[in-house]
């Protein structure tokens, strides 16, 4: 088993529908990431969490630590937004990241 | 203020052959990292440099190496490239430390 497990594995919508990715991980952590990476391989840093919930336009992050899960949610989505999610998270004391398989997201006009 | 920028952006090589790719930080960042993504998987951490040592490994055998630069960019060094090292390779900036990583645009290895 991953230690970070993402689903759904892919993800089809129409133009303006709410989106929820979702992410759970087995180990303590010191944070977690979502990532978004474009056709051609770029990642982008979308949020970085360790409590609560981030906010950011149409993007909005949250995370239980006690359950160990967090969710990446898309309001109002556009074809723009399609793309692959990729949560990752920083282990206690340790330096690196453990990504997930990543969620890919096709939003139709 | 350039991000973090990796060199060469496509790669072929044969088999056997030893490859080394580059990564420039993001200003003001000492720490790099380098993953390895193949297709369809999510990236996987290969190492990480800060003040030109590696501080800490993945899971990733000895034929993958690195070094740091006194001005912080890094090289990822494959020797005796295998099929299986076919992958997107990327480099991430960060202060030491710090939780907030840069990714560059990555390179894209391809090995025959």
């Known amino acids: 088993k991953n230690e970070v497990e993402q689903s759904p594995q892919n993800l089809t919508a129409q133009e303006g529908e709410f989106i929820t990715i979702n992410c759970s991980y087995s180990?303590?952590?010191?944070?977690l990431h979502w990532l978004q990476q474009h056709p051609g391989g770029g990642i982008v840093s979308l949020f970085m969490?360790?409590?609560g919930k981030k906010k950011h336009g149409r993007l909005i992050a949250t995370i239980n630590i006690q359950e160990k899960h967090s969710s990446l949610h898309i309001t109002a989505s556009h074809p723009r937004d399609s793309a692959v999610y990729i949560c990752?998270?920083?282990?206690?004391?340790?330096?690196?990241?453990?990504f997930g398989k990543g969620t890919k997201l096709t939003v139709n006009p | 203020d350039a991000g973090v920028t990796q060199s060469p952006t496509h790669l072929i090589k044969t088999r056997g052959q030893q490859v080394t790719l580059r990564c420039s930080p993001k200003?003001?960042?000492?720490?790099v990292s380098w993953y390895q993504q193949a297709l369809g998987q999510g990236p996987q951490f290969i190492f990480q440099?800060?003040?030109?040592?590696?501080?800490q490994r993945g899971n990733f055998p000895d034929r993958f190496s690195g070094h740091q630069f006194p001005n912080y960019s890094s090289e990822l060094n494959v020797n005796a490239l295998l099929l299986g090292d076919s992958a997107l390779y990327l480099c991430?900036?960060?202060?030491?430390?710090?939780?907030?990583?840069?990714f560059g645009p990555g390179t894209r290895l391809t090995v025959t």
């Open positions: 991430a900036s960060s202060f030491y430390r710090g939780y907030e990583q840069y």
């Open positions: 180990v303590g952590i010191s944070a």
């Open positions: 969490l360790s409590s």
């Open positions: 990752a998270v920083r282990q206690g004391g340790s330096e690196k990241l453990v």
């Open positions: 200003s003001g960042h000492d720490t």
């Open positions: 440099y800060y003040e030109e040592e590696e501080r």
